[in-house]
């Protein structure tokens, strides 16, 4: 017999639910002990599901709506809560201010450009994960990086330039057909309006992208926005000082990537590989 998988709950959610609950048991006069008490779940199960650690159930959601008087506050919160938290906390405020960019400047060294990605190689990407998501966890995640692509399709699109190593486009993630459909998306791309790709070829005796991939943003009201993400976190840098320099680093990666129309002559180089 098969086993099924549940899905993580949405940490970020969870979170949420648990501030809530700690507004509402401080707005009732009850300390985490004496609600612990009252609700026979204890002192630390109360901070626990306070502090997001654990998820509040179903069943004493219900008993606490009724020692708090919250009126079914915490039971619909918790009843729509999605199972699973396709955007980390600290990536959100990256994705509200990329929809809303009017330039868009990302420099990859490691993949594909996220808003770049086919469906398939967004798969391999998330597929390749460890510790693995499953597969509801994949499909959604891959639902939700293609739907960001319509960034670029909107009526009145970002300016938008991307600058990939080389190394990241000879790679074969997902196999070799997933490969070729990716090249030959990036080699679309390369030709539509108000969309710059370039090429870091290999083989270079100097990089400026040495500290690792890293994306700017302009907003419709012309702040600029540096982000960068770790192996468990982001930043996201508004300081005009600390962007300009982030801007410099994009300005000399362009002057060592092959221009545009080397770049597509690379693409087609490397589709006629295949």
Do not use: C
Request: hydrophobic letters at 40%.
């Amino acid at each position: 017999m098969g086993t099924t998988r549940r899905a993580r709950k949405n940490a970020s959610a969870m979170k949420m639910v648990g501030a809530l609950l700690a507004l509402h048991r401080e707005a009732a006069g009850y300390t985490q002990s004496a609600l612990g008490q009252r609700s026979v779940l204890g002192e630390e199960m109360i901070a626990s599901i306070e502090q997001g650690r654990r998820p509040l159930k179903p069943d004493v959601a219900e008993q606490l709506d009724e020692l708090l008087d919250t009126k079914g506050t915490l039971s619909v919160a918790v009843s729509r809560m999605p199972e699973v938290d396709l955007v980390p906390m600290w990536a959100e405020e990256y994705l509200a201010q990329e929809r809303e960019a009017i330039v868009i400047s990302w420099y990859e060294s490691l993949l594909v450009p996220g808003l770049l990605q086919t469906e398939s190689y967004a798969r391999a990407v998330f597929s390749s994960r460890v510790p693995v998501y499953d597969d509801d966890e994949i499909d959604q995640f891959v639902a939700a990086r293609i739907e960001r692509r319509e960034i670029l399709h909107r009526k009145s699109p970002p300016t938008a330039s991307f600058v990939i190593w080389e190394a990241a486009l000879r790679d074969q993630l997902g196999g070799r057909e997933v490969h070729v459909e990716q090249l030959r998306h990036l080699r679309k791309y390369a030709d539509m309006k108000g969309i710059s790709v370039q090429v870091l070829p290999l083989g270079r005796t100097s990089h400026a992208g040495l500290e690792g991939p890293f994306i700017l943003l302009e907003t419709p009201e012309h702040q600029r926005l540096a982000y960068s993400e770790t192996q468990r976190g982001s930043t996201l840098i508004g300081d005009p000082d600390e962007v300009g320099i982030v801007t410099q680093k994009y300005a000399m990666l362009r002057t060592q990537a092959l221009n545009t129309e080397d770049t597509r002559d690379l693409l087609d180089r490397l589709l006629g590989e295949q």
